[in-house]
């Protein structure tokens, strides 16, 4: 009875912690709240029936869904336009380097023969969290340890970041020196659609 009085302490901390979670997002009318009551009613459940160690191996698990759950206080949002601005000014610096003469506004890439902007789906927000999912999954079924999470989810972000940075200027060199349609149709196709995850152009 004396052992099993830390961990039963420990799961009614869990369950008041889920309960007031539950509560805070009913009240506030907040889906993230409630979104994580509800991992805390997994996560509670887990530990009251098989203690730490059930925590420790489905730790992978909780990971994957704590992705799932979207971001409170309009954080998508600022993590879009974060990512706009942050691919725009690298794509902008590796044109420089190149010798193509041009001016970013915001995240407007403008040339003398015609204009770029970088949509907010362009900012790579959808391939960071497939990339992140696909990334927390592998690592799940291959069962590694803790110390691949620390370095290869970090490793992940900044690959999205480097993609999305190609397909800029992949659209804008492609565009401007062979005139051609990588924009719009096949081309836009073949380029991972274009609108979606790298530049559409400001016509």
């Given amino acids: 009875s004396d052992r099993k009085s830390p961990r039963t302490k420990l799961a009614i901390f869990f369950w008041s912690g889920t309960l007031f ?11 993230w709240l409630v979104g994580v009551s509800a991992l805390g009613c997994l996560w509670s459940g887990a530990y009251s029936l098989g203690g730490g160690s059930w925590l420790k191996r ?13 971001l409170p206080s309009q954080l998508d949002f600022r993590l879009i336009n974060w990512m706009q601005r ?12 190149l010798g193509y003469r041009h001016y970013l506004d915001g995240v407007d890439l403008t040339f003398l023969e015609r204009a770029f902007k970088v949509a907010q789906a362009c900012s790579g927000i959808h391939s960071l969290f497939a990339a992140l999912c696909c990334t927390v999954f592998y690592l799940a079924i291959s069962r590694r340890g803790f110390f ?21 200027l992949m659209v804008t060199l492609l565009a401007l020196n062979w005139n051609l349609p990588v924009d719009s149709g096949v081309g836009h ?7 979606r995850q790298g530049v559409g152009v400001a016509r």
């Fill in 21 to 31: 979670c539950f509560a805070g997002g009913v009240l506030l009318n907040s889906p």
């Fill in 58 to 70: 489905t730790l992978p698990v909780w990971t994957f869904l704590l992705i799932a759950l979207p």
């Fill in 86 to 97: 942050k691919v725009s000014e690298w794509g902008s610096q590796i044109l420089d380097l």
């Fill in 148 to 168: 691949r999470y620390l370095y290869l989810v970090p490793l992940a972000v900044c690959w999205v970041m480097v993609a999305n940075v190609i397909r800029i």
């Fill in 189 to 195: 196709e073949a380029l991972g659609d274009a609108e």
